[in-house]
Every structure is written in C-alpha cells, then in structure tokens.
C-alpha cells in the first residue's frame, strides 16, 4: 500500500479493500494523540487521524497492519443504487423502478412501481433526486404539523437536506429538518424520526422526559425504528450514488 505525500493537513488516496476502491482520508489532527482508524459505511470513506507530528509512513504502515480489519468491514458496506434506467431503489418501504424512455412524455411522474421518467437520459439523476426530495417534503411536512398539533406546539419551518449523520435537527427556534432520505424508508420509521424530532420542540435533550413524550407520540415501536435505522440506515445513504 502506497501513499502520496501531502503538505497539506490532510490527504486523499484510493486503496483497494474486499475488492473495492475505497478513498482513503488521511488527516492531521491537533487533538489525535495516537494514531486511530474509522472505516465509515454511510460516506465509504476509510479514515486516519494522524497525531501532528507523526509521519505519513506511519499511518502507511498502520493501515498496512489493519488491513485485513478494513477489508472485513469494507465487504459489509452496503453497495451503490445509481439512478438510472432500469435501477430499482427503495421508497416508502417497499421500492420503485425507474422506467426511462425519451419517448415518455417529459417530466417525472409515479406509476404504480415505477417511476417514469422522459427527456434526456443524462439527466435522469437529477430529476430522479428532486423528485425524491419533493415526495419527502411532502409527506414529512403534515406529519410533523400534525403530531405537534397533538402537543399543541409550533412548528416554524421544515427542510429536507442531505445530512450524513443524523436523520433530523430541531433547533431552538422551532424549525426541524430531515433527511430527504427518510422517504426511502418504511412508514412507521419516518413516523418515528418526526416524533422524536417534534418532541424536541418541547425538551431539548435526551432525558426521561423526552424518551417519554417522543414515545407517546409514536404510533408504532419507536425502539423498533430506531433498531431498523442502526441496522439498515447507511444502505440509504448509497441510494443515488454512482460508486
């Protein structure tokens, strides 16, 4: 395994694990007092934080002895779902097929199991995400209404962004954002997200009380949820993604 050099206070390579060309982000760190390794499923990124006086040989060397570690790890990450003609992606627990023709009319429209897309094909990816983007809004924008409706609380805005590690934010002026990658997932789980999410408007941290009410307002098994996102959440995060 061989790495370029860098001046800079971090650097990139790609290096081959389970058969697979992974980046691999080396990164000097002024708080990493050793050498430590993160092998990252959500982002497929492999990254060492090196100590700022350590050697770019010795986290060659430390990932070289780790190697068969990462490579385990690696052949679990979930794999790509590009959009394309022909994929099939999940969506709403269950799944669509993106059915391309030119000849379809322009535009991009739900069929049943497909999603039928015209116009040209070089712009099937982005049309595909803005309409995922689009039916996420749309369906967690009433149900986070109405939950706080239940609480008697106010709800000052709703976005749907593209975050990495978290599936939704409340902030203290009352806005809440969430993952457009929600819509990807069954019912009961993004119903669990906007419970929990809404809960914060009223206890802005993690304690019984919040576990409490973010229960109450959860229509199915909140723990269930939570275990169906720890176990199946980074796979969503390679819908869309070329490699």
């Avoid at 492999?46 to 986290?59: F, I, K, Q, T």
């Avoid at 009352?174 to 408007?201: C, D, F, K, N, T």
């Avoid at 009380?209 to 169906?228: E, S, V």
């Amino acid at each position: 395994m061989s790495l370029a050099t860098s001046k800079t206070m971090s650097s990139t390579n790609r290096c081959s694990f389970a058969g697979r060309e992974v980046p691999v982000v080396i990164a000097r760190s002024p708080r990493a007092r050793r050498l430590t390794l993160r092998a990252d499923a959500v982002r497929g990124v492999v990254r060492v934080a090196l100590p700022m006086r350590a050697r770019l040989g010795d986290a060659e060397k430390f990932l070289a002895a780790h190697h068969g570690w990462i490579a385990e790890r690696v052949a679990k990450w979930p794999v790509a779902m590009p959009f394309a003609s022909g994929a099939t992606i999940p969506f709403d627990g269950t799944s669509l097929s993106i059915d391309w023709s030119f000849a379809h009319p322009r535009g991009v429209r739900r069929e049943g199991d497909r999603l039928v897309i015209g116009g040209p094909e070089a712009t099937v990816p982005g049309r595909t995400l803005r309409w995922l983007r689009a039916a996420a809004l749309a369906d967690l924008a009433p149900a986070t209404h109405a939950i706080a409706a239940q609480i008697d609380t106010q709800v000052t805005g709703i976005v749907v962004r593209d975050p990495a590690g978290r599936w939704g934010s409340c902030s203290s002026s009352g806005a809440i954002g969430y993952s457009w990658r929600l819509i990807l997932a069954p019912p009961a789980v993004r119903q669990s997200v906007v419970a929990h999410e809404v809960a914060h408007l009223v206890y802005p941290n993690h304690g019984r009380d919040f576990w409490r009410l973010a229960t109450d307002l959860t229509d199915g098994d909140l723990k269930a949820a939570r275990a169906w996102l720890a176990a199946k959440g980074a796979a969503l995060h390679w819908v869309g993604r070329a490699a």
